[in-house]
């Protein structure tokens, strides 16, 4: 999924709306494989360090979902 339709998505899913905004965290923080590819097309970058990127941003995304547990549940 994509952020904007992603979004769409995630609003429109029965779910409570901690799970939603958990959800809608997580895919906003990640940024998707579209911001990915951008920065690839501004940056180029070998497979090593492409790999790299993608656990960052794996990695900043679970530290975010992480943060907004906590403020939503504490």
Sequence with gaps: LEITAGIQTVTQL???????????????????????MQTLS??????????QYFRAKALTACLCLLF???????
């Design 14 to 36: 029965s779910l409570t709306f901690p799970a939603k905004y958990l959800c809608l965290m997580l895919l906003c923080s990640f940024g998707g494989i579209c911001a990915l």
């Design 42 to 51: 501004v940056f180029p970058m070998d497979r090593l360090t492409i790999r």
């Design 68 to 74: 907004t547990c906590i403020l939503l549940f504490l």
